[in-house]
Nanobody
Framework: VQLQASGGGLVQAGGFLRLSCAAS????????MGWYRQAPGERREFVAT???????NYTDSVKGRFTISKEDAKNTVYLQMNSLKPEDTAIYFC??????????????WGQGTQVTVSS
């Protein structure tokens, strides 16, 4: 499984960015796709995920500002980030989870894309 993320960059506070992540390879039994982020000196944290059925989940700090969506035909997930804040500055990692057995889930990671929000 390979994940190719794009769309990061430098933006002023209050601005917006759209991240994209295209998945390729053997993508059977997807549990969810989504995004995590890691700020300097911090642990990687959950941002948002979407299931094959369209169920979305967001961390509280981005609710109402970020929207995750998917395009099944392209195995691509998007993260529309509006009203960006300096605290959103981080490397954003695309991820996909695949069910490998009844009791096991394997998570795969992309290479990350830098998002920097200036004040």
């Amino acid at each position: 499984v390979q994940l190719q993320a794009s769309g990061g960059g430098l933006v002023q506070a209050g601005g917006f960015l759209r991240l994209s992540c295209a998945a390729s390879g053997t993508l059977f039994r997807i549990v969810d796709m989504g995004w995590y982020r890691q700020a300097p000196g911090e642990r990687r944290e959950f941002v948002a995920t979407v299931t094959p059925y369209g169920t979305t989940n967001y961390t509280d700090s981005v609710k109402g500002r970020f929207t995750i969506s998917k395009e099944d035909a392209k195995n691509t997930v998007y993260l529309q980030m509006n009203s960006l804040k300096p605290e959103d500055t981080a490397i954003y990692f695309c991820t996909v989870s695949l069910r490998t057995s009844i009791q096991s889930i394997q998570r795969y990671w992309g290479q990350g894309t830098q998002v920097t929000v200036s004040s």
